[in-house]
């Protein structure tokens, strides 16, 4: 008569029961590199999360810094047009002559002074705009005899603007003629007539004193 088979009965030997509790417990213990593949690359991806985190935040941060400033500038300072343009005046060549240099740097500036005359008309342009976006009490131009009455509205750049269109518009005429005369020969006649020219066609000799 067979014995019947119970659950007992049906469990591994002692001996494959210690050796599957060896390989667990070596799998668990193993320091070869296939064990250990997976924890590295997890924690690589960690912190290549965090530094990439770190990163973002970081440009974030800068943009609103960027922003800030950017508004704040917008605020504060009138447009670069109301400055003068960078002078660029032409190396001196060792094998041109000395006509030929001169002929070249009167020329840098003349195309200084055009481009300086053309700024004061993208001022004005820059004004008109400014002053139709005020509200209603506020888009007469203040007047002349009371410079130190600002309204509400107006910001330091709009102040700026505005005084500054002013001063360079009622040169024009008068720097537009001398520039028409004298040509190439400007540079060395502003210097006697320093009142006459627009802020815009300012050389950084004349800016410094001011």
Known sequence: MSTPTTL?????????????SSLLAVSRNSTSPLSTLPWALGLQLRRAHT????????????????TDVEMYSRVLNPPASTRPAPLNLPRRDPEASTFSHLLATGKAYISFYKTGLKAVFTNRRLLRETLAAKPEEDRQRPSVWTPTVVPASYTRADWLLLWRVRHDMVRVPLFGLVLLVCGEFTPLVVFLIDGVVPYTCRLPRQIAPA
Request: charged share 40%; net charge positive; no cysteine.
């Open 8 to 20: 007992r009965t049906m469990r591994a030997p002692a001996q494959l029961r210690h050796g599957a």
């Open 51 to 66: 530094s990439v985190s770190r990163d973002r935040k970081s440009a974030l941060k800068d943009d609103a810094d960027s």
